[in-house]
């Protein structure tokens, strides 16, 4: 629904939720979801990589139709989008270094490239990069875009990272959480808050997926010996869990200026 602002000016529904502690928790669980749920399906249930791509693009498909159709931010919509298209993303990469035998240096520098170009593209249309007025279908289809590259080069610069140093899932972790923790000082101290959010939004991914493994997988690879079942029914609990108290406590959604944007 359009709306008017105190002043007069049209507003209308943001489309995807306010930056707040429990939007980052969601997001950890969906990204650590995300890599149990795939490797579940390619390895433990036997579909593999390519039969498991193929299920979680159609259902991405699905969620990214329900979440348009929307028309604003609504908290299971949105955050199912999230789930999916974080196993696609992660599935991307992982289907060119397994299945097409693309180094991960490559992968890593062709989806930061092709991020750059998205955030340019959309910065060109539309002369903001805020998710705060997400408002448009022209700025949500943006908004995805970058969000699926994101999952693509954080799996990549997760993957490369744990290569390289061979430094295991709690260590890797730890590091990861180190980066992310120095982008959110930078927003503090007033580094721009786009750039922070972004960075920090890509790290994210290797970071869950470290802890994600780490329960996971057996203990003779490092990790607590859990499966990928029981972390992934886990962490699927408590992104329901976390979305119902999103549902309850915010009822309204953000309105943002159409003129101002």
């Not at 693009?57 to 199912?80: D, M």
């Amino acid at each position: 629904m359009i709306a008017r602002t105190q002043g007069g000016m049209l507003a209308a529904p943001n489309r995807v939720p306010n930056v707040t502690a429990d939007f980052w928790l969601v997001k950890l669980l969906a990204v650590t979801m995300g890599e149990t749920a795939a490797d579940y399906l390619a390895v433990n249930l036997g579909y593999g990589l390519s039969v498991t791509s193929w299920i979680m693009s159609v259902a991405l498909a699905v969620t990214l139709i329900l979440q348009f159709r929307q028309g604003r931010y609504v908290p299971w919509a949105y955050w199912a989008a999230v789930v999916m298209i974080s196993v696609v993303g992660t599935l991307i990469t992982d289907n060119l270094v397994d299945n097409f035998g693309v180094a991960l240096e490559t992968t890593t520098i062709f989806f930061t490239i092709a991020l750059a170009m998205t955030f340019a593209l959309w910065f060109f249309c539309e002369r903001t990069l805020s998710i705060h007025s997400v408002i448009t279908t022209r700025r949500e289809i943006f908004y995805w875009l970058a969000i699926l590259f994101t999952f693509s080069l954080g799996t990549a610069a997760g993957d490369l990272v744990a290569e390289q140093f061979a430094l295991g899932y709690f260590s890797t972790g730890v590091l990861f959480a180190a980066i992310v923790g120095a982008f959110w000082l930078a927003y503090v101290v007033g580094v721009n808050a786009i750039f922070s959010f972004w960075l920090a939004y890509i790290f994210t991914r290797p970071l869950g997926a470290s802890f994600g493994d780490l329960l996971s997988q057996p203990m003779e690879y490092g990790g607590l010996g859990l499966g990928t079942t029981v972390t992934s029914l886990a962490f699927l609990a408590g992104i329901v869990a976390t979305v119902i108290y999103m549902s309850i406590s915010r009822g309204g959604e953000e309105k943002v200026s159409l003129e101002a944007n």
